[in-house]
């Protein structure tokens, strides 16, 4: 989310995005560029030895399950020696251990990394205990990486008296230095959830501490590049291995702000189709998920979830892929005939569809929705040219789409969908608030909460309360917190209690930094809104 000084500096761009709609049949493009077929394995080799060490990038687990969990590692093209020119597919091995000493070694095995997925591994590990520690390692070319902790779920059925995770958004490499998860490591975590724009696909901002390769990314090359490039950081590596991840994108993964299939600017059709396919891949390429294939062109559904035990069930949401055009030429805009329409959609039917399925038969404490932009209201009223006192909604959010949020929000009271809990990243700051049947109405029932959490880096080192935050508040009374400094969101769940700490640091353009606990949220089970700690 690029800021407000920033967004006026670049083209105004719903002149381009009616161009784009001009420019070809947009189901053509989808045809066009569909699925790609199955990686082919070409020559299979086992690799005797490597010119560097392989495993520059770090491990990573994510998607656990009860009984399973994706290990992943990508091998450095430096420790190749030529081979990746050839088409040639990689052995690569692995070890599973019920202890870091890996004295007890439960599984062993063997993934293939293939040059159609630039030498990434994913490999899902099945036939696990429920709700344990599992230690991991890779092994190619007599090189053995670092070791990472995986963990499974609980059972679905089982009761779970406490669990532990974080959430974090928003790591604009060349604005900080990632201290924020080298604590966050240290926290030994049951899970870590990353709720989009892990890249950022252009540069943008000043005082930058630390810069990216290349310009604007746009081929899969690129794409691939700028993962390097952030890949390669120690204090993400080491939140990667401490724990088990969940993902998910918002818009930089691929270009900012697009909607769908619609680009941010001075993009045909064909194009963005196939930046969106070299976007998805490299995404897939790069994160620890359990997805079929990972090479399906632009078209790639990310939306799951996850149980863990009686206690909580997480539904992971793609607010990006399906969504409808930004109104009213997208920012903080006045409302118009767009932005009423009740037809648009940021979800789509069919992850509606699946969603509203999930939240009808929810039972467990907590329902999780795990998605990118602030679901509660932040419309501010500012005095126009005329001296007129005017409302602007932010677009790009879920006021940009008030039919969908209102529908989602009479759904959970209907449904009576346990707890829900929205967790939100995007915005570059940490918000508390409660979700309402009616935001313009302070009496209106409270259906769910919010928590958001700010950004990793970007923005740079931010400030506590702004001019900004502080119009926000007073005009948004079911909002209760704000805070804009860097950091991420920790929480503790029980069966009775959620508890939130908003962590963060005095500043990320210097590495090291402390890490300190600015505000803590609980959310009472019963009682749906946000309480001070």
């Keep these: ?28 493009g989808l045809f066009m560029f569909g699925s790609f077929p199955l990686p082919s394995l070409g020559a299979l080799s086992e690799l005797k030895s490597v010119s560097a060490y392989p495993f520059n990038l770090g491990v990573a687990s994510g998607d656990p399950t009860s009984d399973s969990v994706i290990l992943w590692t990508r091998l450095g093209k430096q420790a190749l020696g030529g081979i990746d020119t050839m088409g040639t597919a990689l052995h690569v091995h692995y070890e599973l251990a019920d202890s870091e000493s890996f004295s007890n070694i439960v599984r ?68 900080g230095f990632y201290t924020a998860y080298r604590h966050m490591a240290e926290e030994n975590l049951d899970l870590i959830v990353h709720l989009g ?23 899969l090359d690129d794409y691939r590049a700028r993962y390097t490039t952030y890949r390669s950081d120690p204090d993400l590596q080491a939140a990667h291995a401490s724990a088990p991840w969940i993902v998910t994108w918002d818009d930089h993964e691929v270009d900012d702000n697009y909607a769908g299939i619609i680009p941010e600017d001075g993009q045909t059709p064909q194009q963005m189709l196939r930046r ?73 039917q069919a992850q509606k569809n699946w969603l509203y399925s999930n939240l009808a038969s929810a039972d467990a404490t907590w329902n999780v929705l795990a998605q990118q932009i602030m679901m509660a209201s932040l419309r501010s009223v500012e005095i126009n040219a005329e001296g007129a006192s005017e409302e602007l909604w932010p677009m790009d959010v879920w006021d940009g789409y008030p039919y969908e949020r209102a529908e989602l929000l009479d759904y959970l009271d209907l449904v009576k969908t346990p707890n829900p809990v929205v967790l939100t990243g995007d915005i570059h700051a940490n918000w508390a608030a409660d979700l309402k049947l009616d935001f313009d109405n302070e009496a209106s029932r409270t259906v769910g909460s919010e928590l958001v ?24 009374p079911h909002v209760k917190f704000y805070n804009g400094q860097r950091g991420y969101v920790s929480n503790v769940l029980t069966p009775h209690m959620w508890t939130a700490d908003f962590k963060i640091l005095p500043r990320v353009t210097v590495a090291g930094e402390p890490i300190s606990t600015r505000a803590s949220f609980v959310i009472e089970a019963g009682r749906p809104g946000v309480q001070q700690g």
């Design 1 to 28: 989310m690029k800021s407000d000084s920033l967004r006026n500096a670049l083209p105004q761009r719903r002149t381009s995005r009616r161009e784009f709609i001009r420019q070809g049949s947009l189901l053509g």
């Design 108 to 175: 062993a095995g063997t993934a293939i990394a293939t040059p159609e997925l630039g030498y990434s591994v994913h490999t899902d590990v099945r036939g696990l205990m429920p709700g344990r520690d599992y230690f991991y390692r890779w092994h190619v070319g007599g090189a053995t990486s670092q070791v990472g902790r995986a963990r499974t779920a609980p059972l679905a059925a089982s009761a779970v008296d406490r669990f532990r995770f974080a959430f974090a958004s928003c790591q604009q490499y060349e604005h």
């Design 197 to 219: 724009d892990y890249i950022y696909e252009s540069s943008w901002g000043e005082n930058l501490v630390r810069a990216h390769e290349g310009p604007e990314i746009i081929t």
């Design 276 to 348: 969106r396919a070299a976007a998805y891949q490299a995404w897939y390429e790069f994160m620890p998920v359990r997805l079929p294939v990972g090479r399906e062109g632009p078209d790639m559904p990310i939306h799951r979830s996850f149980r863990f035990g009686k206690l909580m069930e997480m539904n992971v949401l793609d607010t990006r892929q399906y969504r409808n055009d930004q109104a009213c030429g997208d920012g903080r805009k006045p409302s118009c005939a767009e932005h009423t329409d009740p037809s648009r959609t940021l979800l789509g």
């Design 453 to 476: 959490g700010t950004s990793i880096t970007s923005g740079g080192d931010g400030q506590d309360l702004t001019e900004t935050g502080s119009k926000l508040l007073a005009n948004n």
